[in-house]
């Protein structure tokens, strides 16, 4: 792959922070080092000592005296050695990427941390989207990463999907535009990125099916674009076995994939990862060592800690119960909508993630709805057009998250909805 054709100019120019360089070489040192290097603030002086972090199963996450110190301290900005070597034998155990055993110019799989995978996704736009760029993406689509992407002067180029995501030959039909000069604008470039949410999408609950994302990727191919796969509700797919993903056939080295630890694990320890080609990971690295220098180093070990205790088997039965739990949380909003919002509204049944997205009927745009009518009453949903590429674009739809609230509180709340409504039409 040739790389350098998407890297941005900015991103181009970025180069090895010298102080940051000296972190990593006095953290690869042996103990014996005396440093006068780094201006590290002496670990003795901070006033926490140790911790014993209780977990849900019964067992104890213990931070000593030695590891506190270090949990205290800067550290590399990749992200800590024993959290990428736990998270990098992840990656390679859950999708098997093809990109594993390439050289590094081939687009070897490289993983860095980022703090939340909204600083990974910021990063990667900084990264490869310049002013004028066509973003190809299936909109509506999570409003924290149009709010990235909108001040880079860009244009998001919506791509037709339905239930089962981003339709392959729309995506063609999109493409072959700017081949017949017919393009929005043609005088913009070709686009080199697509941006999906592969599982449970957010808004509206989508998930794409494999053969999708195997005709996706051979287009990806065809057209030479890079796939950003961003999936943080890869964990909160309801069925198994779970849907193959991008990284998981990525030949070319083309695919960049974030995680999150947000949904399962914990959304305020600010724990995601991206997972790509090294040229690309290195330069979001450079990135860092600018910007956070780091990912919290305590949130880092805290994490570790539990991982390595737990083990690959054991996270991913945390990660099962936690999905169990999603499941049950999305059958009480099916059967309270059913319930309540038959003959008022239309919705798709997820199959991933934490999201209903309803059409309301009889209204072109719920945010009066929403945001005055339903708020009044004391329950409160997304307003559609949120998630539009033009926020000013009206919207009959409403996106319901069923993570928080309980089953009781969804069935009041759909039924306070059903009420509003019903006096709106
Ligand atoms: C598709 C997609 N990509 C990336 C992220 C960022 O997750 P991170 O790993 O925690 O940084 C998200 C998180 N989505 C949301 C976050 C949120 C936070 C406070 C309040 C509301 C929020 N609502 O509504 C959200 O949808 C997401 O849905």
Redesign the pocket.
């Known amino acids: 792959m040739n790389y350098s054709r998407f890297i941005t100019a900015v991103s181009a120019a970025r180069k090895v922070s010298k102080i940051r360089e000296l972190t990593e070489l006095t953290l690869r040192s042996p103990k014996s080092l005396i440093s006068m290097a780094g201006g590290s603030p002496n670990p003795n002086t901070f006033p926490f000592k140790t911790a014993s972090i209780k977990i849900g199963d019964g067992t104890t996450i213990t931070i000593g005296e030695d590891l506190m110190k270090r949990a205290l301290q800067y550290s590399a900005s990749r992200g800590i050695p024993e959290l990428l070597s736990w998270l990098n034998d992840l990656q390679k155990s859950l999708h098997n990427p093809p990109t594993a055993s390439y050289s590094p110019e081939k687009g070897k799989m490289s993983l860095c941390v980022t703090t939340?995978?909204?600083e990974g996704?910021s990063k990667v736009f900084d990264m490869l989207v310049n002013p004028g760029d066509s973003i190809l993406l299936d909109a509506p689509t999570?409003s924290?990463?149009m709010a990235a992407l909108l001040p880079l002067g860009c244009n998001l180029i919506n791509i037709p999907s339905d239930r089962d995501g981003i339709i392959p030959q729309a995506l063609k039909e999109v493409l072959s535009r700017w081949r017949t000069g017919t393009a929005a604008n043609p005088n913009s470039t070709f686009p080199k990125l697509l941006y999906t949410?592969p599982n449970g999408s957010?808004p509206t609950g989508t998930s794409l099916t494999m053969e999708r994302k195997r005709e996706i990727y051979q287009i990806a191919r065809d057209y030479d674009l890079l796939i950003i796969e961003?999936d943080?509700y890869y964990f909160l797919q309801f069925q198994k076995p779970w849907t193959p993903s991008f990284l998981s056939m990525d030949v070319d080295g083309r695919v960049i994939r974030t995680d999150?630890m947000?949904k399962v694990l914990s959304?305020g320890l600010r724990i995601?990862f991206l997972t790509g080609p090294e040229p690309l990971i290195d330069r979001i690295v450079l990135h860092i060592q600018t910007s956070t220098m780091h990912t919290s180093t305590f949130s880092q070990v805290m994490l570790s800690q539990l991982l390595h205790q737990w083990g690959e088997g054991g996270f991913l039965k945390h990660v099962d119960s936690v999905a169990e739990f999603y499941r049950k949380q999305r059958n009480a909003m099916l059967a309270s909508a059913e319930k309540w919002l038959t003959g008022l509204a239309d919705w798709h049944c997820p199959n991933a993630g934490m999201f209903l997205w309803i059409k309301i009927h009889g209204i072109s745009d719920t945010h009066q709805l929403i945001m005055e009518k339903a708020f009044k009453k004391e329950v409160l949903f997304v307003p559609g057009k949120a998630f539009n590429i033009e926020s000013s674009e009206p919207s009959p739809y409403i996106r319901a998250s069923f993570s928080v609230p309980s089953p009781e509180q969804i069935d009041q709340g759909l039924r306070l909805l059903a009420m509003v409504i019903k006096e709106s039409i």
């Open positions: 939340g995978s909204q996704l999570y924290g990463n949410i957010n961003d943080p999150s947000s959304s995601g």
